[in-house]
């Protein structure tokens, strides 16, 4: 029944924008902590399913300043993903989306105290997409799909794929800036300042891009979030 499931929807949606926000804020105070929950409150559902969401980059405003997961986002993320099991993946290609964003959660709550039951060293049993086959304008949809594993500290055969990619990468950030889309350009664009800032050459000026996708974003705080991380990577974050 749609117009039940509306306003469930809606209620998700809006708890994603605010952790996304606070998450900011965290990250442009120069890597403290957000403040996503009430101290030793029981967290509400619609606040896990949002740091179920957003994953690893809960922990983006520590890794880009060079410090440690954070402890209570570390506890609320391990509370999302048991609360919260992965969807149940439509295709392969949503379950190696789904596999590859839980691999790089489990890697960065491994470096906590929560890291106990995190598959930290096992990567998803497929492979990253295959570039040659799927031809660069898929291969770099399911990159900006997957723009949460560019993050300092992390490391797998997706990142080797964005390091070889980089003139595909650049060819999918200025098509979807030709078509507005906002929320695959600053994904895409992540992964080009990821690529740049580890030494790779580039086939675009990043920092003109980022501008520019930050002239003509959607406003959403997430994609603020995504937008922020990139230009952390391009001015140089911890590696």
Same mark, same amino acid.
């Given at each position: 029944?749609?117009?039940?499931?509306?306003?469930?929807?809606?209620?998700?949606?809006?708890?994603?924008?605010?952790?996304?926000?606070?998450? @900011?804020?965290?990250?442009?105070?120069?890597?403290?902590?957000? %403040?996503?929950?009430?101290? !030793?409150?029981?967290?509400?559902?619609?606040?896990?399913?949002? %740091?179920?969401?957003?994953?690893?980059d809960?922990?983006?405003? $520590?890794l880009?300043?060079?410090?440690?997961?954070?402890?209570?986002a570390?506890?609320? #993320?391990?509370?999302?993903?048991?609360?919260?099991?992965?969807?149940?993946?439509?295709?392969?290609?949503?379950?190696?989306?789904?596999?590859? $964003?839980?691999?790089?959660?489990?890697? #960065?709550?491994?470096r906590t105290?929560?890291?106990?039951?995190?598959?930290?060293?096992?990567?998803?049993?497929?492979?990253?997409?295959?570039?040659? &086959?799927?031809?660069?304008?898929?291969?770099?949809? &399911?990159?900006? $799909?997957?723009?949460? #594993?560019?993050?300092?500290? @992390?490391?797998?055969? %997706? !990142?080797?794929?964005?390091?070889?990619?980089?003139?595909? @990468?650049?060819r999918?950030?200025? &098509?979807?800036?030709?078509?507005?889309?906002?929320?695959?350009? %600053?994904?895409l664009?992540?992964?080009?300042?990821?690529?740049?800032?580890?030494?790779?050459?580039?086939?675009?000026?990043?920092?003109?891009?980022?501008?520019?996708?930050?002239?003509?974003?959607?406003?959403?705080?997430?994609?603020? #979030?995504? @937008?922020?991380?990139?230009?952390?990577?391009?001015?140089?974050?911890? &590696?």
């Amino acid at each position: 029944m749609p117009f039940a499931e509306t306003p469930l929807r809606d209620e998700y949606a809006a708890a994603v924008e605010r952790v996304a926000g606070r998450t @900011l804020d965290a990250l442009r105070d120069g890597g403290g902590t957000a %403040v996503l929950a009430e101290p !030793h409150t029981a967290a509400p559902r619609p606040l896990l399913a949002a %740091v179920r969401v957003l994953g690893a980059d809960v922990f983006a405003p $520590q890794l880009l300043s060079g410090a440690e997961p954070d402890a209570a986002a570390a506890a609320l #993320l391990t509370e999302a993903r048991r609360t919260l099991p992965a969807p149940v993946p439509a295709s392969e290609d949503a379950a190696l989306v789904i596999g590859w $964003q839980d691999w790089a959660a489990d890697r #960065l709550l491994a470096r906590t105290s929560y890291g106990d039951g995190a598959r930290a060293g096992s990567p998803p049993p497929l492979p990253p997409f295959d570039r040659e &086959r799927l031809g660069w304008r898929t291969w770099s949809a &399911r990159m900006a $799909q997957l723009s949460v #594993l560019a993050l300092p500290g @992390l490391d797998s055969p %997706v !990142h080797d794929a964005a390091r070889a990619g980089t003139l595909d @990468l650049a060819r999918g950030t200025v &098509r979807a800036m030709l078509r507005r889309d906002a929320t695959t350009s %600053v994904r895409l664009a992540r992964w080009l300042a990821w690529a740049h800032a580890d030494g790779r050459p580039l086939r675009l000026e990043i920092e003109p891009v980022l501008d520019r996708i930050g002239q003509v974003d959607d406003g959403t705080d997430r994609s603020g #979030l995504e @937008l922020a991380i990139a230009r952390a990577l391009a001015n140089g974050a911890p &590696r």
